[in-house]
T-cell receptor
Framework: GQNIDQPTEMTATEGAIVQINCTYQ??????LFWYQQHAGEAPTFLSY????GLEEKGRFSSFLSRSKGYSYLLLKELQMKDSASYLC????????????FGGGTRLMVKP | ETGVTQTPRHLVMGMTNKKSLKCEQH?????MYWYKQSAKKPLELMFV???????ENNSVPSRFSPECPNSSHLFLHLHTLQPEDSALYLC???????????????FGAGSRLTVL
């Protein structure tokens, strides 16, 4: 199967910058997604990368390196409401183009 | 509210019960999904319906039975479940399964299932 690896938990301070990493097996790669999930709520779409480089969307940016099987989600000017789980998901064309999710990174933002 | 509604939000059932989870979307999507989210585990795809064709994860036990009567509604029928089936069951929808592009999943808030 295709493993998606990301840290289980991270802690950061309000106003700071945090980078959440995600690594995956490169075979069959066909796009990478980041979702945010607050406790007890639905996961919501944050970003999509399929080409190498940085995609910026307000305070959030997502980076992809296809050759390294690596992505990160960068959150700037952290706010308390950013405390949530961040899910990395990869679409593999050798898996029917279904998404394979990582275990999620629980981010705690402290004052 | 994401546009995908799941009911019930919470369900407690015994191992001999039969219950169903319901999902409804009015986003014009034509693919619907059931995912299982257990503590400290990745989201696990259980079933996909796309253009009335079903794709399933072969590791899902037969005590879970999906039904998709139309493109807006999806059910998960549950019978003789085990305590290890306790989890959050998430429904999602999207436009058809796309081999390219940002085919974004829209999730419901989930049905929290506890099997006693």
């Amino acid at each position: 199967g295709q493993n998606i690896d990301q840290p289980t938990e991270m802690t950061a301070t309000e106003g700071a910058i945090v980078q959440i990493n995600c690594t995956y097996q490169t075979s069959g790669f066909n796009g990478l997604f980041w979702y945010q999930q607050h406790a007890g709520e639905a996961p919501t779409f944050l970003s999509y990368n399929v080409l190498d480089g940085l995609e910026e969307k307000g305070r959030f940016s997502s980076f992809l390196s296809r050759s390294k099987g690596y992505s990160y989600l960068l959150l700037k000017e952290l706010q308390m409401k950013d405390s949530a789980s961040y899910l990395c998901a990869v679409r593999f064309n050798n898996a029917g183009n279904m998404l394979t999710f990582g275990g999620g990174t629980r981010l705690m933002v402290k004052p | 509210e994401t546009g995908v509604t799941q009911t019930p939000r919470h369900l407690v059932m015994g191992m001999t019960n039969k219950k169903s989870l319901k999902c409804e979307q009015h986003l014009g999507h034509n693919a619907m999904y059931w995912y299982k989210q257990s503590a400290k585990k990745p989201l696990e795809l259980m079933f996909v319906y796309s253009l009335e064709e079903r794709v399933e994860n072969n590791s899902v036990p037969s005590r879970f039975s999906p039904e998709c009567p139309n493109s807006s509604h999806l059910f998960l029928h549950l019978h003789t479940l085990q305590p290890e089936d306790s989890a959050l069951y998430l429904c999602a929808s999207s436009f058809r399964l796309a081999a390219s592009g940002a085919n974004v999943l829209t999730f419901g808030a989930g049905s929290r299932l506890t099997v006693l």
